[in-house]
């Protein structure tokens, strides 16, 4: 009776510590993403900032106060704003697994508003960190 509760407890265990471990560093960075795509087609600007990193940069030149006012434009502009990515390739860096490059395709729409029927897909690639045990977006390409 002993063996089998001690059996069952031990089993228990297992299974609470692994539900309670992260996510894998490529999960996490998939449900990341995720999740600002998310944010993006909610016309969060707020949740989108806030998985960029306090050195991003984008194309261009564009830092992160230019990308905050970028989005109000484009959510003003649209009533709906829709982001389908597809082709992701995640690599995290073999020597230092807190950054990892990714790469997809992005399809990009916006809708209704004064440019309505806005839509170009593009080919990006981006540069993820991990800061303070969250996966920040701090570069960003596009063609």
Known sequence: MMAR???AAL??????????QPPPPEQALRDR???????????DAGA?????????????GLQRRDAYRFMLAHFLRHDGVYVVLSNMEIDIHRDD?????VAATAALAGT????SGEAGIYRIESRWRMIDGR????RLRWQ
């Not at 209704?112 to 440019?115: D, F, S, Y």
Request: charged share 20%; proline share 2%; hydrophobic share 45%.
């Open 135 to 138: 996966w920040r977006l701090h």
């Open 5 to 7: 509760f001690a059996g």
């Open 97 to 101: 697994p807190g950054r990892a490059r």
């Open 33 to 43: 993403i995720g999740r600002m795509v998310t944010a993006i087609r909610d016309r």
């Open 11 to 20: 089993g228990l265990a297992l299974i609470l510590s692994a539900a309670c």
């Open 48 to 60: 989108v900032m806030d998985n960029l990193s306090q050195g991003f940069e984008a194309q261009g």
């Open 112 to 115: 209704g508003g004064t440019a």
